[in-house]
């Protein structure tokens, strides 16, 4: 099944599935066409493909992403003059001091919520057809998708406000569940669909699998203390042993394969996120775009917005010369800059030195100054390589993994870890790390390991993916200083309920010092 664009018919009944989970007024849909859709089996993928188009909300640099990388150590967006204040989001983000009323807090909440609805819309009338191993199995995708963005939310947020896809009342407000409740809920329902789920093999890794429902339990088991006070460490390591030993999965020998442009498979992936620049997807999702300085222009590539960076705490944990994963340079003959980070003076396609607006070399540096910065400050990312040729400039060609083998590699490893299996930890991390060597160069093994090693180790692979935060959390660091952020709230490892949330719903509650 190719997961395609939504058309406005179906675009109108998820809608209608919007109304599950919030309480905004409700839509009229056209009931003659909406009927046409839902009564006809013909159309199961118009109903099945909603909830998975909400997957590219979960990759949106300015949205989710946002959440979970920009209140980390791993990205800093400075303002640059008048560039990149945006109302002090990105600053509040860094800083720790957004409010209910910040915007981000409102997109996410909405994108999560539209997901569940849209999942809740498809098991509603997709239950309604005949029902045959098709209609079964869709249903079964659906209730694990609708999972995932409860997962999302409970992570981020500590609640969930749900009703069944069956609750089609929508003037009773949404019952709120506690985190643990969620989480409860969350497992269940991701233990009873995996039975009936297809595997990569047969169906590819833009779909849900039996492989993506083992991983998803292992992370929600890995975060289980954060979110119930109770460690499950035994049950998380169950799980990434099911993924680990299902041989659809590999770690690969060459890291930046999966970041390259148009890659639909890779051994590494278990769930991702399709993507195509030959349709228009909307700017939340390109990664040069962000990153770049102005002047770093190439091939199509015209609009650069000079913002997010690294900090230089996190740049300063590098192995430089040995890891592979700091920098990889086979796109440098068309763009100009490598795949990795990206420091000192910066050149064009043909090997001109770069420079800035006011005509002084473009020479990226690893001082930040959060309020007022000059162009060149900090050191930026490219994870993913973009396509110098596309005709949309602010669609991206990179299918995104959001569960990969090697993060379920290090699941286990921290797992085993917590549980003093010092050796079978250590074994996992060194697995990752024989296959991260620089070209010519011999990443070296660790002889040891603490907690803070497994940390590093998981910056090291996974960076810029949209975990640290939740990692950061896990390993009681979320409130630490790092460059441009003194030791912040505890309390701020959950974000406000969004005050146009509260407005709407009266079983809501906001969380404390908010």
Known sequence: MKIRQLSGLTLGLALLGILSCTSLDEKILDEQLGANLINDPANIEALIN????????????????????????????????????????????????????????KNVWEALSQGISRANTAIYYIGKFTQDSTTERYICEARFLR???MYLINDLFGLVPFREASEIDFSITPKVLSRKEANTYIINEISAVLPKLKTKSEVGSARVTIGAANALLAKIYLNHEVFTGEPKWTETIQYANLVISNPDYAVTNDYWS????????????????????????????????????YSQTFGNITSLWNGPCTTSTFFDTWNRSEDVRFYDGRIKRETGFNQGFLMGQQFSMDGTPLKMRNNEPLIFVPEVNLVSSPENAGIRVVKYAPNANTERQFSSPNDVP??????????????????????????????????????????????????????????????????????????????????????????????????????????????SSY
């Open 402 to 511: 959001i569960l990969r083998i090697s993060d379920i590699y290090l699941v286990r490893a921290e797992a085993k870890f917590r549980t003093g299996d010092i050796p079978g930890a250590l074994a996992d991390v060194n697995f990752i790390r024989a296959r991260r060597s620089a070209a010519g160069k011999t990443l070296p093994l660790l002889t040891s390991l603490t907690l803070n090693d497994i940390l590093k180790e998981r910056g090291f692979e996974l960076y810029w993916e949209g975990f640290r935060r939740q990692d950061l959390i896990r390993f009681g660091r979320f409130t630490d200083t790092w460059q441009e952020k003194p030791v912040t709230d505890a309390r701020k490892a959950l974000f406000p309920i969004p005050t146009s949330a509260l407005d709407v719903n009266a079983n809501l509650k906001q969380n």
């Open 50 to 105: 909603p909830p998975y188009a909400s997957l590219r909300r979960t990759i949106e640099w300015f949205d989710y992403w946002g959440l979970q990388e920009m209140t980390s150590d791993e990205v800093i967006v400075p303002t640059r003059g008048t560039d990149w204040y945006d109302n002090g989001d990105w600053q509040q983000l860094h800083l720790h001091t957004w409010t209910a009323d910040h915007g981000r807090m």
């Open 147 to 149: 999972a995932y963005y």
């Open 258 to 293: 999966m970041f390259q442009k148009d890659v639909a498979e890779n051994p590494e992936f278990i769930l991702r996120v399709p993507m195509d620049d030959n349709v228009d997807m909307g700017s939340g999702s390109v990664w040069v775009n962000f990153t770049l300085h």
